[in-house]
């Protein structure tokens, strides 16, 4: 077993079996070229050659012509860390966003005012004292403001 392989969850080398052997219908172990192109083909008609080209150049990944099951498990791996950097990215790029909100003045950080007026124009009237609470538990360097990473740090402490 490859090493990428032996890296994978047990039931996900399993699954991905599974759909390597539906598509090896002639079960020889490994998928050529021309059965990928029909497959795609009876999947989405309107596939051109071009994205098909791309298709195989990524599932082939040692590039011999053939799609082993290893190819097919290293693609496998190769779709699931760009989806996973795709996500990261959204989620860095989300969370900038709700920090500009309150960050109004573009001053890299938030003070309890700011806060206190974001609320206040979604019609929300908290006490400017119990913001100050809220944002004394967030800052760390103790400037009373929560900058950036304080705020990134609050964000996934909320998570756990
Ligand atoms: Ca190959
Ligand atoms: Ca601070």
């Given at each position: 077993?490859?090493?990428?392989?032996?890296?994978?969850?047990?039931?996900?080398?399993?699954?991905?079996?599974?759909?390597?052997?539906?598509?090896?219908?002639?079960?020889?172990?490994?998928?050529s070229p021309v059965h990928l192109t029909n497959v795609l083909r009876s999947i989405d008609l309107h596939i051109t050659d071009t994205e098909m080209d791309e298709v195989m150049a990524k599932t082939d990944v040692d590039g011999d012509g053939i799609i082993t099951f290893e190819d097919f498990v290293e693609a496998f791996r190769t779709s699931r860390r760009e989806e996973l950097a795709k996500a990261d990215h959204e989620r860095q790029a989300n969370l900038r966003q709700t920090f500009q909100i309150f960050d109004r003045r573009n001053f890299g950080t938030i003070s309890p005012k700011d806060i206190w007026n974001v609320m206040r124009s979604l019609g929300k009237n908290i006490p400017l004292e119990d913001i100050e609470d809220i944002v004394a538990e967030i800052d760390q360097d103790g400037d009373s403001r929560i900058s950036y990473s304080e705020f990134v740090q609050c964000v996934f402490a909320d998570d756990e």
């Open positions: 077993m490859s090493p990428s392989i032996a890296s994978l969850p047990v039931d996900q080398v399993a699954s991905l079996r599974r759909q390597f052997d539906l598509l090896d219908t002639d079960e020889d172990g490994h998928i």
